[in-house]
């Protein structure tokens, strides 16, 4: 399964709602995504598992949707901390991993 | 707070050997999903392999036969032994863990880097 990510980059201001695509080369079995946030030089955060599930801790600004081929991480309000790159995981086959999604700072 | 924290990374010649640890606390090996991943410069995240918590594991074919996973349990730390190293080994190596799944990664560590070259 291939992972693409849409858009590259996203640039936004605090505050705006983020929307982020990953659309899988054929179904993604029982929902099986995940969704990570990486910063340099931190440990990337799991966010979001089983397509929509939230993983403890995570805020509820965070939320994920879709099923099949096409899902979706929305941000409702973004705050200074979310600007980071985000990237999807498929596990319904070999873990593969989308090419990420940059969200910066307009 | 569980914190994993990778060593090892260095520049290695093709052909030769590497190995990678990563310490763990808070956060118990022996009874969770570890696994490694990597990242190349400039491409995407690569599941390396896993060591389910009843100590099964599992290799991506690009490593199979040349890379090993393991676990020590007294000292809390996941391994991976990387011999035959290529060029295309080079890359950022993290290391993670998840007590519910082996196929997404609730905890991870920064990463170490290796750099395969001659």
């Known amino acids: 399964i291939v992972l693409t990510q849409s858009p590259g980059t996203l640039s936004l201001s605090p505050g705006e709602r983020a929307t982020l695509s990953c659309r899988a080369s054929q179904s993604v079995t029982s929902g099986y995504l995940a969704w990570y946030q990486l910063k340099p030089g931190q440990a990337p955060r799991l966010l979001i598992y089983h397509a929509s599930a939230r993983a403890p801790g995570i805020p509820d600004r965070f939320s994920g949707s879709g099923s099949g081929t096409d899902f979706t991480l929305t941000i409702s309000r973004l705050e200074p901390e979310d600007f980071a790159v985000y990237y999807c995981q498929e596990y319904s086959n070999l873990r593969m991993f989308g090419q990420g999604t940059k969200v910066e700072m307009k | 707070e569980v914190q994993l924290v990778e060593s090892g990374g260095d520049l290695v010649q093709p052909g030769g050997s590497l190995r990678l640890s990563c310490a763990v606390s808070?956060?118990?090996?022996?009874?969770?999903?570890m696994t490694w991943l990597r990242q190349a410069p400039g491409r995407r995240l690569e599941w390396v392999a896993t060591?389910?918590?009843?100590?099964?594991?599992y290799y991506a074919d690009s490593v199979k036969g040349r890379f090993t996973i393991s676990r020590d349990i007294s000292k809390n730390t996941l391994d991976l032994q990387m011999n035959s190293l290529r060029v295309e080994d080079t890359a950022l190596y993290l290391c993670?863990?998840?007590?519910?799944?082996?196929?997404?990664?609730?905890?991870w560590g920064q990463g170490t880097r290796v750099t395969v070259s001659s």
């Open positions: 808070s956060f118990t090996v022996g009874d969770n999903h």
């Open positions: 993670a863990g998840d007590c519910c799944s082996p196929y997404h990664f609730g905890h």
């Open positions: 060591m389910y918590a009843g100590g099964i594991t």
